[in-house]
């Protein structure tokens, strides 16, 4: 594939944008020409020949930007490949199965998406918001990404990406 793999994301306290640019260095490593940016600031799909598309999880919803990304740009997104993920959950169950939310497990089916992963998400006294402030003093805050996880779900990325070659005897 010659053409540039986009990794998008929605993310509102930077957490889920870390995990876009560990996914884009995983892309890179394994060859592929990638460029990360916020879903927001995209305007154009033209440039590019794959998509992820990533976005944190609030109350069971991806983040705006990340909504309204896969919105504007759903008639070009069904004609690419498309990996979605999700990060979010502030506990252990991202690690124990991946159970997207309703919402954006309709919105893989929509645009044929090849695949969905949910990471742990990260919430700590950095994150603004009334409703985040009293999450992290009830101590339910934390770090719960696995960038092993990551890595290893950007791996499997890049092999549906790159052209397969012959196995030599």
């Known amino acids: 594939m010659a053409s540039t793999v986009l990794v998008a994301y929605g993310s509102t306290y930077g957490s889920t944008a870390e995990l876009a640019r560990t996914v884009g260095d995983v892309l890179r490593k394994e ?11 995209v305007r154009d799909l033209t440039p590019y020949g794959a998509v992820v598309l990533g976005g944190a999880l609030y109350a069971g919803r991806w983040q ?34 991946d159970v997207p939310p309703p919402s954006v497990r309709r919105l893989a089916r929509r645009l044929e998406a090849r695949g969905h992963m949910t990471f742990g998400g990260r919430l700590d006294e950095r994150a603004g918001g009334w ?3 009293k999450i992290v003093e009830s ?3 934390g770090d719960f990404r696995d960038f092993a996880v990551v890595t290893t779900w950007a791996e499997g990325v890049a092999r549906d990406l790159l052209p397969r070659t012959a196995l030599k005897d």
């Open 31 to 41: 060859g592929l020409l990638v460029e990360v940016r916020s879903a927001g600031l």
């Open 139 to 141: 101590g339910k805050g």
């Open 131 to 133: 409703v985040a402030r």
């Open 64 to 97: 705006r930007d990340a909504r309204h990304f896969a919105r504007r740009h759903r008639r070009a997104l069904v004609r690419l490949p498309l990996w979605l993920f999700s990060s979010g959950p502030l506990d252990s169950s991202a690690a124990e199965r």
